[in-house]
């Protein structure tokens, strides 16, 4: 999957507090909105990819990611499926929810996990007033083997790393969050042009 969006972290406090009140921020989320910005550095090329953009979910499992530059690209999903648009190229992915997620999105992203059932904390580093949390998946995840998450006093998340097998970095940072506001009735849902190209997988 394209994106790997998250949240998380705190003060100073000890090892295991951190991790305990990040887990219990995070139960009292129902809906997210993040403005971010993602870079993606691999270990085999020199450039970093870089991508803007929005992201929406609510708890159970809806999301809304609008990357808005280098390419308009749109995913949606209502919980079950996923419809992954194209704007320029004028072709959509039609796709099952459950073979593009992970249990590490499902806690990070879409608060239907609890993060202790996901993650076993593995370190903290303090950097000035930010606290990085350094968590590690219970379950092999093919997409990620570690993540740092930054946290300012406030609990609030100003960075997340994603660093892969391969060594490949995906650092996003939050521009803006806003938490438990009220979606529009077709936030989750995606009209597609009649003019554009569909694939289906998944069995779809």
């Given at each position: 999957?394209?994106?790997?969006?998250?949240?998380?972290?705190?003060?100073?406090?000890?090892?295991?507090?951190?991790?305990?009140?990040?887990?219990?921020?995070?139960?009292?989320?129902?809906?997210?909105?993040?403005?971010?910005?993602?870079?993606?550095?691999?270990?085999?090329?020199?450039?970093?990819?870089?991508?803007?953009?929005?992201?929406?979910?609510?708890?159970?499992?809806?999301?809304?990611?609008?990357?808005?530059?280098?390419?308009?690209?749109?995913?949606?999903?209502?919980?079950?499926?996923?419809?992954i648009y194209?704007?320029?190229?004028?072709?959509?992915i039609v796709?099952?929810?459950?073979?593009?997620?992970?249990?590490?999105?499902?806690?990070?992203?879409?608060?239907?996990?609890?993060?202790?059932?996901?993650?076993?904390?593995?370190?903290?580093?303090?950097?000035?007033?930010?606290?990085?949390?350094?968590?590690?998946?219970?379950?092999?995840?093919?997409?990620?083997?570690?993540?740092?998450?930054?946290?300012?006093?406030?609990?609030?998340?100003?960075?997340?790393?994603?660093?892969?097998?391969?060594?490949?970095?995906?650092?996003?940072?939050?521009?803006?969050?806003?938490?438990?506001?009220?979606?529009?009735?077709?936030?989750?849902?995606?009209?597609?042009?009649?003019?554009?190209?569909?694939?289906?997988?998944?069995?779809?």
């Amino acid at each position: 999957m394209r994106f790997l969006l998250a949240v998380l972290a705190v003060v100073s406090l000890s090892f295991g507090g951190v991790f305990e009140d990040l887990e219990n921020r995070l139960k009292e989320i129902r809906t997210v909105k993040v403005v971010f910005i993602q870079k993606t550095v691999y270990s085999w090329y020199p450039k970093p990819d870089v991508s803007k953009g929005y992201f929406y979910a609510t708890k159970g499992g809806k999301f809304r990611v609008e990357y808005t530059y280098p390419d308009r690209v749109i995913m949606v999903s209502d919980g079950e499926r996923i419809i992954i648009y194209n704007e320029e190229d004028r072709e959509a992915i039609v796709d099952s929810v459950k073979n593009n997620t992970s249990p590490v999105i499902e806690s990070l992203f879409f608060f239907s996990r609890p993060l202790g059932e996901v993650f076993e904390p593995i370190g903290e580093i303090g950097r000035g007033d930010v606290r990085v949390l350094i968590l590690k998946p219970k379950a092999e995840d093919e997409n990620v083997e570690k993540v740092f998450v930054e946290v300012n006093p406030d609990l609030e998340v100003v960075r997340v790393r994603v660093v892969d097998r391969e060594k490949t970095e995906t650092v996003i940072d939050f521009i803006d969050v806003q938490k438990n506001f009220t979606p529009s009735p077709g936030l989750f849902i995606l009209d597609l042009p009649p003019d554009v190209r569909i694939r289906e997988a998944g069995g779809f």
